[in-house]
């Protein structure tokens, strides 16, 4: 904007610096007689110009208004007015010679032309209108911009010509005036000049036109959305360079019924094309949404703001401000030219692993030089603020660039494709491949399932064997337990029928021998032992106080056998509840019986002794001890001479005992046998250790 | 008088055989009583007595260690009295040695001392003893001897592999041996029935008692037993069965 305000400020001063200087020179009149020979005269001494700073003067006023010369006005090369140029020209021409003499005045391509004549003493008519911005012909209409001058024999003439420029770029403004013949050769040079710039871009247009052709193929055959963005691109250069053709002279486009389209499709076009479409071709192209998200968000914002930048042009434009446009251009242009370096380096960068980038790149680059260098070869002609003007005029350099840039990214968009097909095939290769895997899979999954099945029914097989096994076991050990049970009672029961009828002898005797009394005695203590015999044989377990009871009256009988030969003692630890512990039935009486047996024997000791001692010596087991004085079990041993298999022992019956009962309760009774004469030299004896855990 | 020796280690037992034979047998004269095994063989050598009574078990030794340490130099009878026995009884009977069981009543007493002292007056050959003491050293069962009388009070001692069967004839036992000869015994069918039970022999019907070992095969239809001399001998249909099982347990 301050810009903009600097350079307003520069033209007032400039205008008032004209106007001040120019104020007093008065144009002449030019005499010129008609001739054949071509003519052509610079009109800029003899014409008076009127600046209509309001733009509200009409041709009515204007002849009563003085005009001044003023060469500032004029240039030779296109210039940057800065601002809307609303002048008129005046020229007076004399005739001198016979001859009609009709003369051609050229001062440029203006966009409003009007041309007025004045006879003396008369008011201007108007003889003749164009300008870029107001003819709609066809190519004749570049005719136009020669205005007829036609003054008759020995007269004078006036001429009004109105000029306004109101875009602040002005095509060289130098009045000059021909004959017929130096038009035509000045009219030859300019077309073929202008024709020459044209066919560049003709040729462009062409290849546009191919580009295009082959882009939209390629959407129709493969929509992607890249070639999509790319033939819109292609498209807005298409009619921007058509219409850069209608602004140039003797030029023909298919817009020239719509002067005003050049205006509205160049500022706003470039952004279009270079700006909005490449950013969105970039997105698609170089699929960064996925790719490189970041640059994505960075692309997708730019080409909002674009957009809304072209809107906003249009809309200056269509406001009649067409300096503005080029203004946010040449913001846009500068301001972007180094974050588009970073981009591209920051492009670069992904290039290795995004083969796509390098064809963006190259193209980008190119258009990228190609505008820098165009705008730098306006530079020095036109000045920087000229040059600015012309950012958007078409230069070979830029062409070149744009053609460059649309062959990469159409060879990128072929690599795509190729991409596409390679990634298209690979992924049908992979879709068999995993179909067939599938298959495979489905394959194996069906015979493993099957072997599943299989095993499972085996192991149902298995596990239904199993369980009739384990029921069968579990009979089994119930069976062998009862068995166990029975087997122990029956070794119970047989325990001392040695003892029974040697009792029962024993009473005999005392009858016989007529002690009825000791008879009695005996036999009712023999009545108890076979009483509580048989009841102890119905019960696994018995108190402590009942097998003290049982074998005090066992010892008492065989005492009574053994005529007092034997002495014994029970001796319980008082500690002991002896009625409620309880011991396993009959365990001890065979122990008891075989120390009653071997005690006797000893014929070192006359007496027999027999001690069975009770002690608890840990809180849940008790000790029985069952000690006598006999020989000894080593001896006891060697001095049976029965042979071997008629031998059995007691103790080993005893043990057995001891085994099943562990069995059964699963406890662990020990039984201990110590030969004490084997422990002291002195001393003869078997004692027998017995420990029984409690439950 | 017959001349008599008590061993006993029990007093009480001593006691009630001496006195019951006072009592019953006056024509038995108790000539020493002895405790225990090593006794009784020195009063056995000091009175070289007829008739000993012999206690099976005693704490130093058994009946049978003092009828081993005496039997060359003593000629005796023997009869053994026990309170319970099961061991020896078989083999005891086998050798047609007297037993009586305690109590001791006066039936079996007499009948023992009756048998012991005819056997004495007629001054019989104490073989028995002798088959007694090889029965009790013998391993295996079928080595076991029998001693049989037959109708003329004569004693056969007889190997009990050696016999292939016996049959009731007249109700008594007839004896058909390995050798082909046939022995006449004295004895009950329904004795020796008893005798030979628990022993590996098989009665295939009414009247016939087969040792087990002595089967070669049953024949083709089953109703005969062929033995391995070659005899056959009937078997009634219900014990068929039975008879099969014995022998493959024999086999």
Redesign the interface.
């Known amino acids: 904007m301050k810009r903009i305000l600097l350079l307003m400020f520069l033209c007032c001063c400039t205008a008032a610096i004209t106007f001040a200087t120019n104020r007093s020179a008065l144009p002449d009149t030019l005499t010129i007689e008609p001739s054949a020979a071509p003519v052509a005269i610079d009109l800029r001494p003899y014409i008076g110009s009127l600046e209509d700073a309001t733009g509200n003067l009409s041709i009515d006023a204007v002849p009563q208004l003085p005009f001044y010369t003023n060469n500032q006005l004029f240039h030779a090369a296109p210039r940057n007015n800065s601002k809307p140029n609303n002048c008129w020209l005046k020229i007076n021409i004399k005739n001198p010679g016979n001859t009609n003499a009709s003369w051609l005045l050229f001062t440029g391509w203006h966009d409003f032309m009007y041309w007025y004549q004045q006879a003396p003493g008369k008011m201007p008519g108007l003889l003749m209108q164009t300008g870029l911005m107001l003819d709609r012909g066809g190519v004749e209409r570049w005719n136009n911009y020669g205005f007829v001058a036609d003054i008759p024999p020995h007269d004078t003439r006036t001429f009004y010509l109105h000029i306004i420029n109101k875009s602040f770029n002005e095509n060289p403004f130098v009045p000059t005036l021909y004959n017929s013949a130096a038009f035509v050769t000045f009219q030859s040079t300019q077309v073929e000049g202008y024709r020459r710039e044209s066919v560049v871009i003709l040729v462009l247009l062409g290849m546009l036109l191919v580009i295009l052709g082959i882009s939209l193929i390629n959407y129709i055959q493969l929509p992607d959305r890249s070639y999509l963005y790319f033939a819109i691109y292609v498209l807005g250069l298409i009619l921007f360079f058509a219409l850069r053709l209608e602004s140039k002279p003797y030029q023909l486009s298919f817009f020239h019924r719509w002067p005003m389209l050049k205006y509205y499709w160049d500022i706003p076009g470039l952004l279009f094309c270079f700006y909005l479409m490449y950013l969105l071709f970039g997105n698609a192209f170089l699929n960064l949404k996925e790719r490189y998200p970041f640059m994505e968000r960075i692309f997708t914002w730019v080409a909002a703001v674009v957009g809304g930048l072209i809107i906003i042009c249009i809309y200056l434009i269509a406001m009649e401000q067409y300096h503005l446009p080029t203004i946010i251009y040449g913001y846009v242009y500068f301001g972007t030219l180094v974050p588009l370096l970073a981009i591209f380096i920051a492009l670069a960068r992904r290039s290795q692993h995004h083969p796509l980038v390098k064809f963006f790149l190259f193209g980008s680059v190119c258009l990228y030089l190609a505008c820098l260098g165009s705008f730098l070869i306006h530079v020095r002609p036109l000045g920087l603020v000229g040059a600015l003007g012309e950012l958007s005029a078409p230069t070979v350099l830029l062409i070149g660039g744009i053609l460059l840039q649309a062959f990469f990214v159409l060879a990128g968009l072929s690599y795509r494709n190729k991409l596409v097909h390679m990634e298209r095939t690979r992924t049908q290769e992979m879709l068999i491949k995993q179909l067939n895997k599938n298959k495979e899979l489905q394959r194996k999954l069906n015979e493993q399932l099957e072997e599943l099945v299989k095993e499972q029914t085996t192991e149902i097989l298995r596990k239904k064997q199993e369980l009739e096994e384990q029921r069968k076991i579990q009979l089994e050990t119930e069976y062998v337990k009862k068995l166990t049970e029975i087997e122990l009672k029956a070794i119970r029961a047989q325990i001392n029928p040695h003892f029974i009828f040697n009792c029962l002898n024993s009473i005999q005797l005392f009858v016989m021998q007529r002690d009825f009394e000791f008879a009695q005695k005996y036999l009712s203590d023999f009545s108890y032992l076979i009483r509580k015999t048989l009841d102890f044989s119905r019960r696994n377990f018995i108190s402590l106080a009942d097998e003290i009871t049982y074998l005090n009256t066992y010892l008492g009988l065989e005492r009574m056998r053994f005529e007092n030969r034997m002495e014994y003692e029970v001796v319980v630890d008082p500690e002991i509840a002896t009625a409620e512990l309880e011991i396993p039935a009959m365990l001890l009486q065979p122990y008891v019986e075989n120390a009653v047996k071997h005690g006797m024997t000893n014929p070192k000791q006359v007496l027999g002794k027999l001690s069975i001692r009770f002690t608890q010596i840990e809180s849940d087991m008790l000790e029985c001890i069952v000690e006598d004085n006999g020989i000894g079990i080593t001896r006891a041993r060697e001095l049976r001479s029965l042979p071997k298999h008629h031998q059995s022992s007691g103790m080993e019956i005893s043990q057995n005992r001891a085994d099943l009962l562990n069995k059964m309760y699963n406890t662990e009774i020990q039984i201990e046998i110590i030969d004490k004469a084997l422990e002291q030299e002195c001393n003869s004896g078997t004692m027998i250790r017995i420990l029984i855990p409690q439950l | 008088m017959v001349k008599a020796v008590i061993i006993d280690?029990?007093?009480?037992?001593r006691?009630?055989i001496a006195?019951?034979l006072e009592k019953y047998c006056p024509f038995v004269e108790i000539a020493a009583m002895a405790t225990d095994s090593t006794d009784g063989i020195a009063k056995i050598r000091e009175h070289q007595p007829q008739l000993v009574f012999l206690d099976l078990e005693m704490?130093?030794?058994?009946g049978?260690?003092i009828l081993t340490a005496t039997q060359g130099e003593v000629s005796f009878e023997a009869i053994f009295v026990t309170?319970?026995e099961k061991?020896?009884l078989q083999i005891i009977r086998l050798s047609e040695v007297e037993l009586i069981?305690?109590?001791?009543d006066k039936e079996s007493l007499l009948h023992a001392v009756n048998t012991v002292v005819r056997r004495v007056e007629d001054k019989q050959a104490t073989q028995r003893y002798q088959v007694l003491m090889e029965n009790?050293?013998s391993?295996q069962n079928h080595q076991w001897q029998v001693i049989i009388a037959d109708n003329n009070s004569r004693e056969w001692v007889v190997l009990l592999g050696d016999i292939e069967y016996f049959e009731l004839a007249d109700d008594k036992a007839v004896f058909y041996l390995r050798t082909g000869d046939t022995l006449s015994a004295a004895g009950t069918f329904r004795y020796y029935l008893e005798l030979f039970s628990g022993l590996k022999f098989y009665q295939l019907n009414n009247s016939q008692i087969v040792r087990l070992s002595a089967v070669a095969r049953l024949s083709g239809d089953g109703t005969r037993v062929i033995l391995q001399s070659g005899r056959t001998l009937e078997i009634s249909e219900r014990r068929k069965k039975d008879l099969l099982t014995r022998l493959q347990g024999e086999h």
């Open positions: 280690d029990e007093r009480n037992s006691d009630i006195l019951m704490p130093d030794g058994t049978f260690d309170a319970f061991k020896f069981l305690k109590p001791v009790f050293n391993q």
